[in-house]
């Protein structure tokens, strides 16, 4: 792709203000190095390498087994003016040359720490995630299970019986409909705020759990300190909380506790933001009427752990977020944020 | 329940044109005979008897095993002036006294035939249905299917992988967004209705057959002759067609042959209204991308029938419009449709 291309597309720009100034002489830049730690097949690589032209990928010399893992530092990192993945936090911190890092998960915490909050504040260092390509996804997969309690999937899935059997009118009158009940969503991001709008057509009652109400969530907030008392009669508990230290082991026995006997739990947020051993006990007693999980801690479970075989904790393996084309999602947001950084514009999934 | 308070419920009804002339006088109406073959539990009853009175249930002499056999002619039938549940074909074709039936299912198949609809008109004898009851329950249920399907849930809930391996990447690309997707609805009732309200947050291409499109339906609608084109690029076939002659088998080989590879296929509606051997054909080919049914013919299928085991058949036993107090809705929704009776007002779900 040759630099006039990429002139025509910025000018193209749905993005640009057409009305204003030209857009800043990004060409008069220099060439930057965006040090790339997540691994792409051939064309998406070739996808990410045309969309910075004439900005150039640089490679660790060593790669990540997983996006969840620290790969530690890499000698290339050093170079970067930014970087795209799940790049080691020493290696960000010891950087000078660093100015933006865009974290390939919607999840952050690695990064989420007072030190490193502070070390990006005073250095000026921008931190995008990439919640905008999971949120969708991770929003119908917690929708999909809601749907899966109230219809009774699974068991429903495993039933063969004549009608009006006892087991038939038993598993028809076990079954629900969403419509008209009440959901507390812990935590308020881009699949909150998706699902809000998934459930619109159900009339159920919304609120949610904000460190900092902002007014604009289109549903009733509240702190988490009034959480007990909201918890005590809803009907659904939805878990979308980062993992951080104010969140770790955030549903505990106490508040399982304070949850209306019978609901149901789900967590699409991080599995350390529960209390495995309490959810457990709440599970087995039948106050906790169901738990469906995507998340756990750790993933996957260890083999024989309870969770696995209590009847009414249903477990995905972190697939909430997967879609079809994945890395090119991920690779079109970078590049969507990539041009607006080369404008100096705001940043999307801007966190830190 | 004294004549009085009916006739102050009649006049508190928001039903009630109140700028109009009196309300009928139905106290003028004899005492009417509501033949019940459907079985309830004492406190259900009592509230249809409390409902109803002055006028009394009369009930069968014989009771039916389940609502979808017929249990034959009863001799307490010819006494009925109405019934409701499942009442003999030939019972209702021999009484000169009945003059509405409401049946307790959505499903009318047994009454659905030219006979009967032509005894029906010729005799002034009004048929309703219970749709009502069942379609925020079907909608849902047949939703959860295309959830389920777009996030892999059946798999999903059997595999425990670590992040980045294989099977985990191969999970995660082959679970899908609905988001933008594309689906055919088979049939346009009560059911399809909410189906496209519960849809309406996912941008999804709808598109509705129907036999006599009323353009009322809120999506666009097609005749049968157009199903084939349709049917070649949408990425989900829903069916909630009743049963009756023109749509036994109605999904057959041809049909399913136009279907968009790797479409999912779902039944809501009858299962007489699909092959079964040219369903199962379609899904070992891989054809057909899978099917979720909730109904299928027979009910249960038998033992060893291969629908039960192809591994991208996903059925549940006919509990898609169960939910709780069930027999409650039914009887309330008849008790709405008798005051409306009484007043000699259009009925609710009428069909014939």
């Known amino acids: 792709m040759s630099l006039t291309t990429i002139r025509i597309r910025f000018l193209d720009s749905a993005k640009l203000d057409r009305a204003g100034a030209e857009p ?17 097949e051939p064309d998406v690589l070739k996808l990410l390498q045309d969309g910075v032209a004439p900005h150039r990928i640089i490679f660790p010399q060593k790669t990540a087994d997983t996006v969840l893992q620290n790969p530690g530092p890499d000698p290339a990192f050093a ?9 080691d936090v020493r290696s960000i911190l010891a950087s000078s040359r660093l100015r933006w ?85 812990l935590g308020f991001g881009a699949i909150a705020a998706r699902l809000v709008e998934l459930l619109a057509p159900f009339q159920m009652k919304i609120s949610a759990m904000r460190r900092n109400p902002k007014g604009d969530e289109g549903v009733p907030t509240f702190t988490p300190d009034l959480l007990p008392s909201v918890i005590a009669t809803a009907d659904h508990v939805v878990d979308i909380l980062p993992e951080n230290a104010d969140s770790r082991h955030f549903i505990n026995a106490e508040r399982l506790a304070a949850i209306k006997p019978g609901a149901i739990f789900y967590n699409i947020g991080r599995g350390a933001t529960v209390d495995q051993t309490a959810l457990l006990a709440s599970l087995q007693s039948g106050h906790l009427g169901a738990a469906w999980l995507d998340v756990t801690d750790p993933e996957p479970l260890p083999e024989g752990h309870p969770l696995l075989t209590v009847p009414n904790c249903h477990i995905t393996p972190h697939t909430g977020g997967g879609h079809g ?28």
Request: aromatic share 10%; net charge neutral.
């Open 325 to 352: 084309h994945e890395a090119e999602s991920l690779v079109r947001h970078f590049l969507e944020n990539f041009r607006l950084f080369l404008q100096n514009a705001p940043l999307r999934d801007r966190v830190m």
């Open 101 to 185: 890092v865009q974290v390939s998960t919607a999840g952050i915490t690695r990064y989420d720490t007072p030190d490193f909050r502070a070390a990006a504040r005073s250095r000026g260092l921008i931190l995008t995630n990439s919640s905008g390509v999971f949120a969708e996804a991770c929003a119908e997969h917690v929708f999909t299970f809601m749907l899966a309690q109230a219809r009774q999937l699974p068991v429903a899935l495993q039933t063969r019986v004549a009608h009006s059997s006892a087991a038939w009118a038993h598993l028809r009158a076990e079954s629900r409909c969403l419509k008209g009940q009440s959901v507390v969503l």
């Open 24 to 40: 800043p002489s990004f060409l008069d830049m220099p060439e930057l190095n965006i040090f790339c730690d997540y691994r792409l």
């Open 79 to 87: 170079q970067a003016d930014i970087a795209f993945g799940q790049p």
